[in-house]
């Protein structure tokens, strides 16, 4: 496989991205969407798409406005914006390569995805891995002190994987606001849910909350013991050969 750096506008800033492609022929082109605070080089993300390469799948994963390569300031991003970046990386793969059928997405990126997905004409099957059912779900990882802090005082530097992001209150208006389960039960494309029932950051029920609201086709994948951010090469290599079996069906 090859990998080769992109880079495209989202709301007028430049975001950095790499699209990881097989040596022979590409069957589909995916989108993919990172997990809350990391980026398209958090190691889960660069082998779940080196793996879908190897199945010639073409990944398409990016940094969200203000993280790893992108412009941006973090601080003053949230749930909408997310939707947003992918829209415009969806427009981007349409313009200089092929438009996405497939989209992917982990943890908040799944949720952001399943909010995007009706705005990508061309996707015909969406995934979904350890993501939370609700924007709102997010703000509950900060811890009590955070939360309320932030809502007293506007904003906060909050210690999240291990290193401090701004936060401001509009990140939560902005989630509250979102109304997600609607667009769920419209989806009208083929849906994966993938989650691991030990997942100590996003808990197991709320895949069950994404399948009870989508309608068919749909489908469920335990993900074993897998943690939340795919760190064991074998769990992200496996959910990439499931995403490959499962999508052929899928993907014209």
Not at 57 to 77: M, P, Y
Request: aromatic content about 8%.
């Amino acid at each position: 496989m090859r990998s080769q750096r992109q880079e495209f506008i989202s709301n007028g800033l430049k975001l950095a991205a790499k699209l990881d492609a097989p040596d022979g022929d590409i069957r589909a082109y995916a989108l993919f969407a990172h997990c809350f605070t990391c980026g398209k080089d958090a190691i889960g993300a660069h082998r779940l798409a080196q793996a879908l390469a190897g199945h010639g799948i073409a990944v398409l994963r990016f940094d969200f406005t203000g993280l790893g390569g992108s412009e941006g300031d973090f601080a003053d991003t949230n749930f909408s914006s997310n939707v947003a970046d992918l829209v415009a990386a969806a427009d981007f793969l349409r313009t200089h390569h092929e438009a996405p059928q497939l989209l992917i997405g982990h943890s908040l990126g799944g949720t952001a995805m399943l909010a995007a997905a009706g705005q990508i004409a061309e996707a015909t099957a969406v995934v979904t891995i350890g993501s939370p059912s609700d924007p709102t779900h997010m703000p509950s990882l900060f811890g009590s002190k955070y939360l309320e802090l932030i809502r007293q005082e506007g904003e906060a530097m909050v210690p999240l994987a291990g290193r401090p992001f701004r936060i401001k209150r509009q990140f939560f208006d902005d989630a509250e606001g979102y109304a997600l389960k609607p667009k769920i039960a419209g989806l009208k494309r083929a849906l994966l849910v993938m989650h691991a029932p030990g997942d100590d950051t996003v808990p197991v029920a709320n895949a069950m909350e994404i399948v009870t609201a989508a309608r068919h086709p749909k489908s469920f994948v335990s993900l074993d013991t897998a943690d939340h951010l795919l760190t064991r090469r074998e769990d992200a290599v496996y959910v990439a050969d499931l995403i490959a079996a499962w999508s052929r069906r899928y993907l014209a």
